[in-house]
């Protein structure tokens, strides 16, 4: 098979559509939407997210220590798309979308609770990648929707519409 060269930014696809959310140590809640992130240890299971230092969540995540990852289903995309699109520098984005959140049960960040999974980080390290920072969170807790959690406590993926 004839292979060509490809353009280089973006290669890995499909990337995961996920919202991360976060509280200042004022009490300001964001959330916002984040390409890169993936999981990055399985003992003690951690996750990565990678987010521009400009943006106006970067702050709040480096200076609370902590942020929670959530996953979104099909259903939810017009919240990702807004979420994703508009600054809470210009506005409070949760509120007029109409965000519905609950305090997370380990970290101090809020859970975005219409979305099916949740998983609460405690950051142990960063790394600059060039234009994002890589904030490498301990997962503390995950919730899930129960009827997407099996006998074992595992979640079942094929269950979730995700986006």
Not at 16 to 44: F, M, Q, T
Not at 54 to 68: A, D, H, L, P, T
Not at 87 to 94: C, D, F, I, T
Not at 105 to 131: K, Q, Y
Request: aromatic share 6%; glycine share 6%.
């Amino acid at each position: 098979m004839e292979k060509k060269n490809a353009n280089i930014g973006g290669s890995l696809q499909p990337m995961p559509k996920v919202l991360v959310s976060c509280r200042s140590l004022d009490g300001e809640e964001n959330a916002l939407a984040v390409a890169y992130c993936g999981n990055c240890s399985y003992d003690p299971p951690m996750v990565m997210v990678g987010i521009v230092p400009s943006r106006y969540s970067y702050k709040m995540i480096k200076e609370s220590g902590c942020f929670v990852v959530n996953l979104v289903e099909k259903d939810y995309e017009k919240e990702f798309n807004y979420l994703g699109s508009v600054s809470r520098a210009n506005e409070n984005k949760l509120e007029k979308m109409n965000i519905k959140r609950a305090d997370g049960s380990v970290v101090n960040a809020p859970i975005l609770t219409d979305c099916p999974v949740n998983i609460e980080c405690t950051i142990v390290d960063s790394i600059v990648t060039g234009s994002h920072e890589m904030f490498i969170g301990k997962v503390e807790c995950v919730h899930a929707n129960a009827e997407y959690v099996n006998e074992k406590g595992d979640i079942d993926f094929s269950k979730i519409s995700l986006l």
